[in-house]
Nanobody, 130 residues
Framework: QVQLVEYGGALAQPGGSLRLSCAAT????????MGWFRRAPGKDREFVAA????????YYADSVKGRFAISRDAAQNAVYLEMKNLKPEDTAVYYC???????????????????????WGQGTQVTVSS
């Protein structure tokens, strides 16, 4: 099982930027997806972004597309989320997640859910406020 630890959550102003990091211990297999989710106060945890380890294909929620960028460093077993033009509605606890290994085929346009992932980090708080 992959173990994950997130870093980088902080207080930011609207329009500002943050970079979240996720360090993984264990093997990230070639057919895995790695993802970011977030939970805002009083709301369910929602999908933010994902990346396929095999071919680097990226997926984004409509609410963050064009502002956030997910990336990886396979040599460091790490995943990143670069967040730009932050908005107050981005305020949430952000979680890194690793594929549960079910063998799901992640096609173009695939809609990720929590059930696609089996390992989760502890979460890191992002607050966007002036």
């Amino acid at each position: 099982q992959v173990q994950l630890v997130e870093y980088g959550g902080a207080l930011a102003q609207p329009g500002g930027s943050l970079r979240l990091s996720c360090a993984a211990t264990g093997t990230i297999y070639a057919n895995y997806a790695m993802g970011w989710f977030r939970r805002a106060p009083g709301k369910d945890r929602e999908f933010v972004a994902a990346i396929l380890w095999r071919n680097n294909r990226k997926y984004y929620a409509d609410s963050v597309k064009g502002r956030f960028a997910i990336s990886r460093d396979a040599a460091q077993n790490a995943v990143y989320l670069e967040m730009k033009n932050l908005k107050p509605e981005d305020t949430a606890v952000y979680y890194c997640a690793a594929d549960r290994g079910s063998g799901t085929q992640y096609t173009l346009g695939y809609r990720f859910t929590e059930n696609d992932f089996g390992s989760w980090g502890q979460g890191t708080q992002v607050t966007v406020s002036s």
